[in-house]
């Protein structure tokens, strides 16, 4: 397919050779469709804006394009990206990395809160192409006159809703106003609120607007769920979904042809019946893979969208999205494979965390939700297996032809003096081998972290607190009033104009603590006060000690401590009146400080 570079191809869109090998090496086949309007634009050197959630594949959007007008002999800073979280920026960094991988001493450097400063100025100093950071710590580097800029010729805003949402904004606007002019801007964003689109018309010169038209029609004869992926591997709980759901044959879509070849062999492994598809197995062995999952002797496809475009088989009970699609049209016509020809089918997907934004607008656009689903539980798959063991014992006992078995053992019953049930549970063990016929049922709950990072990096609600005690003692938190809370003291109060989103971004970051454990947070004239988790490890605790905020120290301190005036404060602490912004939901009204 890929070999004449069609239209719509990555060889078509004049991306230089060491990229184009690179997105060989990974295995994309073709543009999502993000990809395949944001590249041309940037290429072009048009500013962008683009409506985009994480899985679209917005990060290779604009990675390609800037790659691709890189200076690589010159060793300063030509791209910063700025990320909410520093989560994002390894990502994007690494995503760099991986396209930029044929490029001859290529730098990119992640920047973010929590890594020591030093550690991030050598690397400067040594010299670097590509920064990705979060706002916080890229505006110290850049206040302190560490991270020079005047080369600069791109900025990407990745997920800016988010740094909005974070408190980020100002010191984005800010950032937009210390960089060359000359430079070209794209800002990329799950939806647009005003705050943002006010960022774009201040900041953007004529930008390319992108949002990829969707089209809508779902068959009704496809019953769509989806699995939040916690907890579980996606491995393990496909291995659950095929020992649970009755099906006849199942198409498992994923991202890259490297990755249909991984999971065929996993499956393969685990003794199913299975093929990958892609677009680099030849026509006519694609021919005859389609033909055997036709006529049964094949059960399991894993297949990219390439591969599997136009697929016609009735036998098809259940699409998987393994990997969740990129655009809302692969996800129709992927979910299109099954229920057809009056039959009815199965579509499940896999959402990641982070892919929340991306179901949603699915939703959105098939004008349908697409119900939650739990994974089966290991006890219950436990109860399935040994039903279907018990009638592979009962089919093999009606079967009637084992006249020499019966020989054979009763000679060893009698040398060994044994137990016909022994005999049987001794054979049983050797005809399931090493692999134990049941699994482990004291599941994993899913760790705090992951749990965490579900709601720090999806949720688009604003941040609220419980409203206060006022007092110093620490409130529960809600949702996990199992954990225990301390109230800690920050020295940055409205005086500096501080808001609550600066602070939850700040310790979010700096911490690496997911938002969700961040608790009440309440703002006095010079300092605040914030709940954290108890027993926080020492290094968060330096950390936060040193992070900046509005350009102060934060010197994070628990409230009960001695050492700052004001420290525990008390209802009538604020002489001043009430503590101020006890709310973080305007952290997300982008209001100028001060107002
Ligand atoms: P992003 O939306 O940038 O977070 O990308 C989501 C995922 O899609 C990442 O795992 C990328 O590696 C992958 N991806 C990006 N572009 C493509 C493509 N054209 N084909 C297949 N996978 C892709």
Redesign the pocket.
């Known amino acids: 397919m890929s070999e004449s570079a069609p239209l719509g191809s ?1 060889a078509a869109m004049n991306l230089p050779a060491p990229l184009l090998r690179a ?1 060989e090496d ?7 469709a ?2 395949a309007e944001a590249i041309p634009a940037l290429l072009a050197g048009h500013d962008l804006l683009g409506q ?10 604009f990675a390609l394009p800037l790659l691709a007008r890189l200076d690589l002999a010159r060793r300063t800073p030509q791209i910063l990206v700025l990320a909410p979280t520093r989560e994002l920026a390894i ?2 960094a690494e ?1 760099f990395q ?1 396209y930029a991988r044929h490029l001859k001493d290529f730098h990119v450097l992640p920047i973010y809160g929590g890594q020591s400063y030093e550690v991030q100025l050598r690397q400067l100093k040594r010299g670097v192409h590509v920064v990705v950071g979060t706002p916080g710590r890229v505006m110290d580097h850049m206040r302190s006159d560490k991270l020079n800029l005047d080369g600069l010729q791109a900025l990407v805003l990745d997920e800016a809703d988010e740094m909005l949402r974070m408190g980020f904004l100002e010191d984005v606007e800010w950032m937009l106003t210390q960089i060359p002019p000359t430079r070209q801007v794209a800002l990329f964003s799950a939806t647009m609120p005003k705050e943002i689109r006010k960022v774009a018309q201040r900041h953007l010169r004529d930008p390319q607007v992108i949002k990829v038209a969707q089209k809508t029609a779902t068959a009704d004869t496809v019953r769509q769920r989806y699995w939040q992926v916690s907890g579980l591997h996606k491995l393990d709980a496909l291995t659950r979904i095929l020992e649970a759901e009755t099906y006849d044959a199942m198409i498992v879509f994923v ?2 042809k490297t990755a249909t070849v991984e999971l065929a062999e996993k499956l393969q492994a685990r003794g199913h019946s299975c093929e990958a598809l892609n677009g680099d197995v030849p026509q006519k062995q694609r021919e005859r893979t389609v033909e055997r999952l036709r006529q049964g002797k094949l059960d399991i496809l894993v297949a ?2 390439v591969a599997a475009r136009g697929l016609d088989v009735q036998r098809v009970s259940h699409v998987i999205n393994y ?2 699609p ?1 655009d809302v049209e692969a996800y129709i016509h992927r979910i299109g494979r099954t229920g057809r020809a009056g039959k009815t089918g199965d579509a499940i997907l896999f959402v990641s965390p ?2 929340k934004r ?1 179901l949603q607008s699915i939703e959105k656009t098939i004008r349908q939700p697409i119900e939650p689903m739990q994974m089966p539980s290991a006890r219950a798959i436990n109860e399935q297996r040994v039903q279907r063991f018990k009638q592979r014992v009962r089919d093999a006992l009606g079967s009637g032809h084992n006249e020499f078995w019966y020989q054979l053992l009763t000679e060893v019953q009698q040398e060994e003096s044994a137990e016909p049930l022994e005999i049987a549970a001794a054979l049983a063990a050797l005809l399931q081998g090493d692999a134990p016929l049941l699994m482990n049922e004291k599941e994993k709950p899913p760790r705090a972290r992951e749990v965490g990072k579900k709601a720090a990096q999806n949720e688009a609600r604003p941040l609220r607190r419980h409203k206060t005690s006022a007092g110093g003692k620490a409130l529960a938190l809600k949702g996990h009033p199992e954990i225990e809370m301390q109230r800690y003291r920050l020295a940055v109060g409205y005086l500096h104009e501080v808001k609550p989103g600066n602070i939850v971004g700040a310790i979010a970051n700096e911490a690496q603590l997911d938002s969700e454990y961040i608790g009440h947070i309440e703002i006095y004239e010079k300092f605040s006060t914030v709940d954290l988790p108890a027993g926080m490890p020492k290094e968060t605790l330096f950390a936060l000690k040193k992070a900046r905020v509005c350009q102060q120290r934060l010197d994070l301190r628990p409230a009960t401590e001695r050492g700052g005036q004001n420290t525990a404060p008390r209802p009538t602490a604020a002489k001043k009146g009430k503590p101020k912004s006890k709310k973080k939901g305007n952290a997300g009204k982008g209001k100028k400080r001060g107002e």
């Open positions: 990555f997105l990974v295995g994309y086949e073709q543009p999502s993000i990809q985009a959630q994480t899985g679209t594949g917005k990060t290779a959007a990502q994007v995503a991986t991202r890259t990219t969208d990997d969740i990129t982070r892919e991306l």
